[in-house]
């Protein structure tokens, strides 16, 4: 059975390195996620996962509820993504962002293969709401109700519904395409 | 080639969490320096939070000039206030102790650390310290007041 987060981060504060080690690779993909769902460029995403990590770092002993270290993760690098929204990072923004509204696809991204075509042209037509939700999701298929919804904005009632409609969706784009020539 | 609409929801979300990890996969650097982070953790501080931050003060969708950012970091015995001016690809700190009383200033970012004093007014100014991940830890002439570390920020 895999070890809990509450024993991950009460070793960690120990100084077990490898507890550390299995926290990040627990949650760090998850985090990328969110950040980058949020429409930052690569080089400001990485500064606000660098930014939260740092930040659990300072806050390992403080945390009240060490088994929710996931949800703190979410809380702390969604926040740190507004931050950089509102302010800016490295790079000038050219447009304003509106909360519900962020830019498709992530900056400095493509499709690489043919066979993304086809999920790159259905995620191009989910709703907004729907595109960050099956990210985060897709990103960490354990994560909680709670951390799906803290990632999101969103009350944690809503994210069973929201989930199973946005599955939905994505089906409907998907049986909408045709099949791309491979010629 | 495989129906992916048909995919069961575990194999459907497989698919798309490959996709993104094609298209957009997280940098090897970024798990590295996650993990390096633990390095940094100070022991024997007091954590002064990040309790206001005017860049969430400002009105949704207005977006000035990038001008001054004011920080406030607050530990139960002690506040430490910083005014962040954008210089290019640098930032120039300008900081106030909540208490009149000179400090060594610890200033750590992304690839290392930097010292400045503050005076005994408890001001200090900083210039060059790159863009991204900012913490200060404020040492005290005087052992008695624990060392005062302030929240990881992204400048």
């Known amino acids: 059975m895999a070890t809990t987060a509450a024993a991950l981060v009460e070793a960690a504060r120990k100084g077990d390195e490898q507890s550390w080690t299995e926290l990040v690779d627990r949650f760090a993909r998850l985090i990328w996620s969110v950040a980058r769902s949020y429409g930052l460029s690569e080089a400001d995403t990485a500064d606000v996962c660098q930014t939260t990590w740092l930040r659990l770092v300072e806050h390992l002993d403080q945390i009240r509820q060490p088994d929710s270290v996931g949800s703190w993760l979410v809380t702390a690098v969604r926040r740190e993504s507004l931050r950089m929204l509102r302010h800016g990072g490295r790079e000038v923004p050219t447009e304003d962002i509106e909360p519900d509204d962020h830019p498709w696809p992530p900056p400095g991204t493509g499709p690489a293969e043919e066979y993304h075509l086809t999920l790159w042209a259905a995620f191009a037509d989910l709703s907004d709401r729907c595109r960050r939700l099956l990210r985060v999701w897709a990103a960490a298929a354990d994560a909680s109700y709670q951390e799906i919804a803290i990632a999101l904005g969103v009350p944690v009632g809503s994210i069973g519904p929201t989930r199973a409609r946005c599955l939905a969706d994505l089906r409907r784009l998907l049986s909408r395409q045709p099949t791309p020539d491979t010629a | ?155």
């Open chain 2, 1 to 155: 080639m495989t129906d992916l609409a048909q995919l069961p929801e575990a194999e459907l979300l497989a698919a798309v969490n490959a996709f993104f990890e094609q298209v957009d996969p997280m940098p090897a650097a970024v798990r590295t320096a996650a993990l390096g982070s633990i390095a940094w953790r100070t022991v024997d501080a007091e954590l002064a939070e990040l309790i206001e931050d005017s860049a969430l003060l400002s009105s949704a969708g207005v977006r000035g000039p990038h001008g001054p950012r004011l920080l406030t970091f607050s530990a139960p015995d002690v506040s430490v206030v910083v005014e962040v001016a954008e210089v290019g690809p640098t930032r120039r700190l300008v900081g106030q102790l909540g208490d009149p009383r000179s400090a060594a200033i610890e200033i750590r970012f992304r690839e290392g650390t930097t010292w400045v004093e503050a005076d005994d007014l408890g001001r200090f100014v900083v210039d060059g310290v790159p863009a991204g991940p900012v913490s200060l830890v404020c040492r005290f002439p005087d052992t008695d007041i624990a060392p005062l570390v302030t929240d990881w920020v992204t400048l």
